[in-house]
T-cell receptor
């Protein structure tokens, strides 16, 4: 199992450009999440999904859109990038009923985004 | 609302020193508490957890006790190693929240010198 993978690993954008970050998981997890990580602020939830075809807003959703067309993939889109979106983006997935060894979100390695 | 507060880092220790990283929380309901660790260049990994008051989570020599009376979940290790250098995140999850969402603290960077 590859676990949770993210592409790309690093990207530089100019203000106003658009891009899509891809998250893929091969663990058949129902729930998937997108976070951003900024210095001193921990991880903040952008959007999440509780199943194929569903999405919901997290703590900081403005400026981002998401789609979950397939269970294994969760896409994060920036329609018009801004310097404030410079961050490290993490995707995570989990089962819906966390008990015992499944009591965890599995994180991808992250995507570093720089918006100039 | 829910929030997690951690001591600011970086915390710099010599090998074999005692480690404490403070974590306090506010939550609606009865949260489960977690410590995640992020090694350089990697995503977060679950280190330990506790799901009710007075539970002690432990893993890899790290321990944390769920203290409801002080709303705390401090991380401790008796003798740190260079390989423990990482960023540590305290987190909580309130039961029955949509999406099983976690609320994270700001993270504490630990640097262990040989």
């Amino acid at each position: 199992n590859a676990g949770v993978t993210q592409t790309p690993k690093f990207r530089v954008l100019k203000t106003g450009q658009s891009m899509t970050l891809l998250c893929a998981q091969d663990m058949n997890h129902e729930y998937m999440y997108w976070y951003r990580q900024d210095p001193g602020m921990g991880l903040r939830l952008i959007h999440y999904s509780v199943g194929e075809g569903t999405t919901a807003k997290g703590e900081v959703p403005d400026g981002y859109n998401v789609s979950r067309l397939k269970k294994q993939n969760f896409l994060l889109g920036l329609e018009s990038a801004a310097p404030s979106q410079t961050s490290v983006y993490f995707c995570a997935s989990r089962t819906p009923f966390p008990t015992g060894a499944r009591e965890t979100q599995y994180f991808g390695p992250g995507t570093r985004l720089l918006v100039l | 609302g829910n929030s997690v507060t951690q001591m600011e880092g970086p915390v710099t220790l010599s090998e074999e020193a005692f480690l404490t990283i403070n974590c306090t929380y506010t939550a609606t309901g009865y949260p489960s508490l977690f410590w995640y660790v992020q090694y350089p260049g990697e995503g977060l990994q679950l280190l330990l957890k506790a799901t009710k008051a007075d539970d002690k989570g432990s893993n890899k020599g790290f321990e944390a006790t769920y203290r409801k009376e002080t709303t705390s979940f401090h991380l401790e290790k008796g003798s740190v190693q260079v390989s423990d250098s990482a960023v540590y995140f305290c987190a909580l999850r309130v039961e029955n929240n949509a999406g099983n969402m976690l609320t994270f603290g700001g993270g504490t960077r630990l640097m262990v010198k040989p």
